[in-house]
């Protein structure tokens, strides 16, 4: 197979120890990417927004934390970047982590870790495996310093990169790994091979210690990671270019990037074309939604979930404090999701995931936008929408295309995770 692909959900163990993640018949693994909240049961809101998100070529790995306290009177946010683990979360209110998982080995059919701290409960743990005879993958990570309009050359990834996952948190540098304020990025950027760089990205921002909360958040077309101001004004962006054989440039753009360092995991199949990266508007009407921005049939769809109403504005209000990754194939879909209302006097944070391809509530917690699998189809995907809200908002998708066998998208869920078959509403108990 060219580039295979498959995604399996379990509950992390709460011992120390190697846990292993496997899809029978997938074959070797080259690169997993790994999805955390604080929810431990399908449809169940968790207190608190904590979400984890890293990944590994098997080498070197990496990932990107935040939490926001539920509960509280002001604001207590927190964040962490490693490069040790690829799965973490932080004890609440806190920079101590809580639970971490570090990469152990590529098995039979999948990936192995191995938890160097014990969760204080199972949360659901998503893991994306990626494979195939023409994969190519490097994870790798660059530090951003603090002029406008700085060119940093990244020159050992190896190969031409035709997509690229990357994630940052405002947290400086390995030195200083952890800070104040619930901040990070995640994006997608897809390079054509012929000069066409597609970006997109979320930047979210709980600001720390407001009595009255305040969530800003940034969609972006031109960057693949960023950082956004008090009042949702953009700061900074990470700008993806001159892709060649050794690697690409990132540049500091509209400001200075606070030496922020950005992760990223490079993927280079058969051809560019093989990959996708673009905005995916949701739709208003309920019922089956076909998005064709892809322009091909995929076997994997990423999704960067948020609410906002608009690309490339801040938003500073209720539609500010949804954020997730959620991911899909023929035979398997997750969300993941942090929700942290808006303007609340107190904090009301909550982490949710779903056996659904999305699950993206409103910021008080309450349902929001909820969809579930339908087709590949030849030119994208179909959802089947329960729940929608009055006016579209705007999540990327990262796409990787189907093999003319059909394979690619092999799933076996494992029997100690949460059953599927049903999907319940859900609220907040509070």
């Keep these: 197979m060219a580039v295979t692909t498959a995604i399996v959900r379990a509950a992390a163990n709460l011992a120390l120890g190697t846990q292993d993640f496997t899809v029978a018949g997938f074959g070797t693994c080259k690169a997993a990417i790994f999805i955390m909240t604080r929810a431990i049961a399908d449809d169940v809101a968790a207190d608190g927004a904590d979400f984890s998100y890293g990944a590994t070529d098997g080498i070197s790995q990496f990932s990107v934390t935040a939490t ?3 509960g509280q009177a002001s604001s207590d946010t927190n964040k962490s970047i490693s490069v040790t683990v690829c799965a973490k979360l932080l004890l609440p209110g806190t920079v101590n982590v809580d639970g971490a998982a570090s990469f152990d080995s590529f098995i039979t059919d999948g990936v192995r870790i191995d938890w160097i701290n014990t969760l ?6 998503t893991v994306i495996l990626l494979g195939g005879d023409d994969l190519s993958a490097f994870v790798g990570s660059q530090l951003l310093g603090d ?21 940052l948190s405002d947290a400086e540098n390995i030195a200083s790994p952890t800070g104040s304020g619930y901040e990070y990025s995640v994006g997608a950027i897809h390079n054509d091979a012929s000069g066409g760089v597609t970006p997109r990205s979320y930047i979210i921002n709980d600001q720390n210690n407001q009595a009255t909360t305040i969530i800003n958040l940034y969609f972006s077309t031109l960057y693949g990671g960023g950082k956004i101001l008090a009042g949702g004004a953009f700061d900074w962006g990470a700008e993806f270019s001159n892709f060649n054989a050794t690697g690409f440039d990132i540049t500091e753009r509209n400001a ?5 360092l950005i992760f990223y995991l490079c993927l280079r199949g058969a051809s560019p074309d093989d990959f996708a990266v673009g905005t995916y508007s949701t739709p208003t009407g309920l019922g089956e939604n076909s998005e064709t921005g892809p322009d091909f049939k995929p076997q994997l769809v990423m999704l960067g979930m ?18 997730g990754v959620a991911a899909f194939t023929d035979t398997a879909e997750f969300a993941n999701s942090n929700s942290m209302e808006d303007d609340s006097v107190g904090t009301n944070t909550q982490s949710l995931s779903a056996a659904r391809a999305i699950e993206s509530p409103l910021d008080d917690g309450l349902t929001g936008i909820s969809a579930d ?11 089947d929408y329960s729940s929608v809200l009055a006016a579209a908002r705007q999540f990327w998708y990262a796409a990787i295309k189907a093999e003319p066998s059909g394979q690619g998208d092999v799933f076996t869920e494992h029997p100690w995770t949460v059953p599927t078959m049903y999907y319940l509403p859900y609220w907040k108990h509070r």
């Design 256 to 260: 200075g990037a606070n030496n922020t």
């Design 120 to 125: 204080a409960s199972a949360s659901l743990l």
């Design 306 to 323: 948020t609410h906002a109403p608009s690309v490339d504005t801040g938003v500073s209000d209720e539609n500010a404090g949804t954020v």
């Design 373 to 383: 699998f339908v087709s590949m189809d030849t030119l994208g995907y179909t959802l």
């Design 147 to 167: 002029v406008q309009d700085t060119v940093h050359t990244v020159n050992n990834v190896g190969f031409e990169s035709h997509l690229v996952l990357a994630a």
């Design 68 to 70: 926001s306290e539920d």
